[in-house]
């Protein structure tokens, strides 16, 4: 097939397509990039930075002459929309799972002609997680982990987190808010949630601002959660997690899975029986 009938004049407007593109040697094709790129760090410094995640410069955009808008979620539902009006292609992506990056991957390969490439870049990520689950099934032991994404109001983590806590050697404490596509859908009713759930470990990536322990540790009655008792109160910066591409299959499930193994080596040793609780994902 011939190279023109692929896009050549992409602005990716989320993290993760830029990502993708880099690692498939596809950079070329790109015009424009979200302001909250840092993967890989040198397209901040090639590529035109041309919208947030709500909001979009639309007229240094359309001056780009894209071929193609990538964006992600209802979120960017209005971006989409009047790039649509412009006469922008628009590819809304709208995955929530460990498989789901791994078919996006796929099928943005697919559309800039790069089938092989992908299928492999897939694959390789795809063998990385299931190293990561089988070190994380020798743990001795697995920790109830709760997930922050936002603060105020209190935010549990999305489908994918949940599920690479569960492959890093954990349990997620709300898999049932996990499912819920929404972030409205995933606020906590009250603080007290938590308390009751008894985290071992907490894990703040407050999507672009910087995690206070020591706000979590004087929420009123966390003094009580097992987390706080123990000093494992932890960051992982939202770029490596909480963007639905490369990084969160690597570098954020990485940093998950070390912090995992850690706990539970320390609570094995601590104690001649060490809980289980259910398997992972």
């Known amino acids: 097939m011939s190279a023109a009938h692929f896009p050549e004049r992409i602005v990716c407007l989320t993290e ?8 498939l040697g596809e950079e070329h094709r790109i015009v424009g990039i979200s302001g909250f790129t840092v993967r890989p760090p040198r397209a901040r410094q090639e590529k035109p930075k041309v919208s947030a995640f709500t909001s979009a410069k639309l007229e240094p955009i359309m001056a780009l002459k894209p071929d ?9 539902a209005d971006i989409a929309r009047e790039l649509i009006r412009r006469g922008v292609e628009v590819w809304i992506s709208n995955h929530r799972s460990v498989d789901g990056i791994l078919g996006y991957v796929r099928r943005l390969g697919a559309m800039v002609g790069a089938v092989g490439r992908a299928d492999a870049y897939a694959d390789e990520l795809s063998q990385r997680v299931e190293r990561v689950r089988q070190a994380a099934a020798a743990l001795p032991c697995r920790p109830r982990v709760y997930f922050e994404e936002w603060d105020e109001p209190q935010i549990s983590c999305i489908r994918w987190v949940s599920e690479l806590v569960g492959i890093a050697g954990g349990d997620d404490i709300f898999p049932e ?23 071992d470990i907490v894990i703040g990536s407050w999507c672009g601002k910087k995690f206070r322990p020591e706000k979590v540790a004087a929420r009123p009655g966390w003094d009580q959660v097992p987390a706080v008792r123990d000093g494992e109160l932890h960051e992982i910066k939202s770029p490596l997690i909480l963007q639905p591409g490369p990084a969160a299959l690597t570098d954020g499930l990485d940093a998950l899975h070390a912090l995992i193994a850690r706990w539970a080596r320390a609570a094995a040793a601590r104690s001649s029986r060490c809980r289980q609780t259910r398997s992972a994902p």
Not at 68 to 76: E, K, R, V
């Open 68 to 76: 193609l808008a990538i964006g992600f979620s209802d979120i960017q």
């Open 16 to 23: 993760e397509p830029t990502e993708v593109l880099y690692a």
């Open 177 to 199: 808010r996990a499912m819920a596509p929404l972030a409205r859908d995933r606020i906590l009713a009250t603080p007290g949630e938590v308390i009751s759930r008894a985290p």
